[in-house]
């Protein structure tokens, strides 16, 4: 079993930045594709960045490409999310996720936008902007 614990959300206002941490208790961190989502409220969550096992392959939302980067440090079992130029619309709980290894050779999809796709969930972390 993985557990994901995100932190770094807060209150921050538009156009301010903030850098979010997804810690894995997984001994092999870099067997796994990695992403973070979001849920606003009322609203479904919906897919923000992933990034597979080595970091060589990232893709972006097209709301937050240019913004925010996704980036891991295998060696401490973390992903990031470092977000720039903050928007109101961007508040949100962000949620880390991660998808074995079986699950991204099942779907042949290194870096999955699908929730479906990832395996394990973190109980999220919420982040405010203000206007």
């Known amino acids: 079993q993985v557990q994901l614990v995100e932190s770094g959300g807060g209150l921050v206002q538009a156009g301010g930045s903030l850098r979010l941490s997804c810690a894995a208790s997984v001994r092999t961190f870099s067997h796994y594709t990695m992403g973070w989502f979001r849920q606003a409220p009322g609203k479904e969550r919906e897919f923000v960045a992933a990034?597979?096992?080595?970091?060589?392959?990232?893709v972006y939302a097209t709301s937050v490409k240019g913004r925010f980067t996704i980036s891991r440090d295998n060696a401490k079992n973390t992903v990031y999310l470092q977000m720039s130029r903050l928007k109101p619309e961007d508040t949100a709980v962000y949620y880390c996720?991660?998808?074995?290894?079986?699950?991204?050779?099942?779907?042949?999809?290194?870096?999955?936008?699908?929730?479906?796709?990832?395996?394990?969930w973190g109980q999220g972390t919420q982040v405010t902007v203000s206007s």
């Open positions: 990034i597979n096992w080595n970091g060589a392959n990232t």
């Open positions: 996720a991660a998808a074995r290894m079986e699950t991204v050779v099942r779907f042949d999809d290194p870096v999955s936008r699908k929730m479906g796709e990832y395996d394990y």
